[in-house]
């Protein structure tokens, strides 16, 4: 297969995203590379990452592109969980404590940060809007979250996680309250759970 078809079926592929990593493991030199996107009218959308010009962006799939260490959590969690009422309006990451988080702040992600040691609890993948697969807390650490960080994150966000949660035919009691002991939320996840369950 030639360099251009090699190219043109990975953008394909990603939606009409376009990265140098991926590109320079098929193989294909950066000067071809560059070339391509050049000729084929590709917008930069951060280093390394450009954007055909049918493309829609992906914010959240170009984030962690950018930070492949950011998980998406609370908020952002909850939306592509299907457990939010609303989009939100910033993007949430988790990363783990002492990772340089100035950047991120400064483009308006807001950022948490946990002990290494909890950092890959419940890791899974989701699907973005645009189709994209990224990096994100299962349900239960995400319910744990924003217990958790219950004064940063609003009241009825936190409702409506909870009440969408115990509606869901794979939800998992014992793996939260698991989590639950891990994160001590244990004890306001039950009065929840007696409310609603």
């Not at 193989?27 to 391509?36: H, V």
Request: with cysteine.
């Amino acid at each position: 297969m030639k360099k251009r078809e090699l190219l043109e079926r990975l953008s394909q592929e990603n939606h009409g995203i376009l990265k140098t990593s991926d590109a320079v493991s098929l193989g294909i030199s950066k000067p071809y590379f560059l070339e391509f996107i050049k000729r084929n009218e590709y917008e930069k959308a951060a280093h390394g990452i450009y954007l055909a010009p049918d493309a829609w962006e992906d914010g959240m799939y170009i984030l962690q592109s950018r930070c492949p260490q950011a998980v998406f959590s609370h908020e952002a969690a909850l939306y592509l969980l299907d457990l939010a009422e609303r989009e939100p309006l910033k993007y949430t990451v988790t990363l783990k404590a002492g990772y340089k988080t100035t950047n991120l702040s400064n483009q308006g992600v807001k950022v948490y940060t946990v002990k290494k040691e909890r950092y890959p609890i419940g890791i899974t993948e989701a699907k973005t809007p645009m189709g994209h697969t990224v990096r994100i807390y299962n349900a239960e650490r995400t319910i744990c979250d924003i217990l958790q960080s219950r004064s940063q994150v609003e009241i009825q966000d936190r409702q409506a996680a909870l009440k969408g949660y115990v509606r869901r035919k794979d939800r998992n009691i014992p793996l939260l309250m698991e989590y639950a002991k891990e994160f001590k939320v244990d004890k306001i996840l039950r009065t929840y759970l007696e409310v609603l369950l």
